[in-house]
């Protein structure tokens, strides 16, 4: 069977300014992504999780289609991808919604872009506005609303043009723990509901296996793809408090092993990178007051 989503082999460079401790700006290419292969598919709950700086945001970048691989591809439904479209939504940290516009007008917008009619549009954004709970809110402004409800009228807003594809890049990381949680379930109930394929990005162990069917872990810059654990939870829905079954302690203590040295080398890469730039200022200083 194709797979949904189909990573192939990318690699993903930046090249940044650097300053060498003289006036002269040089560009010193840094690699983000190495070799990521992944497979996703269709319906499936996958998340990426891995240390600050691994290249997730990167990842997720080039499957929305905002940036390109410097070589490999990543495929839809056996094609590639070339740019963004609206087979794939994006659900980001920052809400992302327009502040002049009501909780049902955010939800209609992707559909006035894919030209549905104002009757229409209006009652699909309804029935995205009901599923994410936010029934008796949609005329209210983003500021009239929580971090939580901003958040869900951010995931209506992205379901209602029927994506694929669901792209999710640490959607609740800005929530307080009681609201996270309850997103986090209310994500699942929705995915359920919907069918979609997910990809979800965080930092958060407890929050991969608590999502993910399969919770892929990334190394440390150049990311990778350490490992892939599939979750083998059921009723990933029911009433039970998953978080204390034993076996998902355990899952997710395998992914702690996994990234624990991952984070470690990410904290010693950011300190470097911390007194590298450090030195260049202070070199400069003393370049600027010998002159
Ligand atoms: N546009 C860019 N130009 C230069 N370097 C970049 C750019 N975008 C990302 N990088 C670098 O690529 C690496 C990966 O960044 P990315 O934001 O994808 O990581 P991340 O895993 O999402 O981090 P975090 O968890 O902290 O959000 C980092 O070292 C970052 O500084």
């Not at 560009?27 to 996958?46: H, R, T, W, Y």
């Not at 029934?135 to 869900?152: D, N, T, V, W």
């Not at 999502?211 to 810059?221: C, F, N, P």
């Not at 079954?245 to 355990?250: A, C, D, L, R």
Request: proline share 4%; hydrophobic share 40%.
């Amino acid at each position: 069977m194709t797979a949904k989503i189909s990573i192939q082999n990318v690699q993903k460079a930046f090249r940044i300014k650097r300053n060498l401790g003289h006036l002269k700006e040089v560009l010193q290419p840094i690699s983000a992504l190495q070799d990521i292969n992944l497979d996703v598919k269709q319906g499936e709950f996958m998340v990426i999780v891995g240390p600050s700086g691994c290249g997730k945001s990167t990842l997720l970048d080039l499957l929305a289609g905002l940036t390109k691989p410097n070589s490999g591809q990543i495929l839809l439904d056996g094609k590639a991808i070339t740019g963004p479209n609206l087979d794939r939504g994006i659900v980001f940290q920052q809400y992302a919604l327009f502040p002049w516009k009501t909780a049902l007008a955010n939800v209609e917008f992707g559909l006035e872009t894919k030209g549905v009619g104002r009757k229409e549009r209006k009652q699909i954004a309804q029935e995205y506005i009901n599923l994410v709970g936010l029934a008796g809110f949609e005329h209210r402004y983003p500021h009239e609303l929580s971090g939580g409800m901003k958040q869900r009228v951010a995931i209506a807003r992205s379901l209602a043009y029927d994506p694929e594809v669901l792209l999710m890049d640490e959607p609740f990381a800005a929530l307080d723990a009681q609201t996270r949680e309850t997103l986090q379930s209310e994500l699942l109930r929705i995915w359920e509901t919907t069918k979609k394929t997910i990809i979800f990005i965080t930092h958060g162990i407890e929050e991969a296996v608590y999502l993910g069917q399969r919770v892929a872990v990334m190394t440390s810059r150049p990311g990778r793809i350490k490992e892939v654990i599939d979750v083998p939870f059921e009723a990933r829905t029911s009433e039970e408090d998953l978080r204390s079954n034993p076996e998902f302690v355990k899952i997710r203590h395998q992914i702690w092993d996994l990234l624990k040295d991952e984070v470690h080398r990410a904290q010693e890469q950011e300190k470097d990178k911390t007194l590298k730039a450090n030195s260049a200022k202070s070199n400069v200083k003393g370049v600027a007051s010998d002159g």
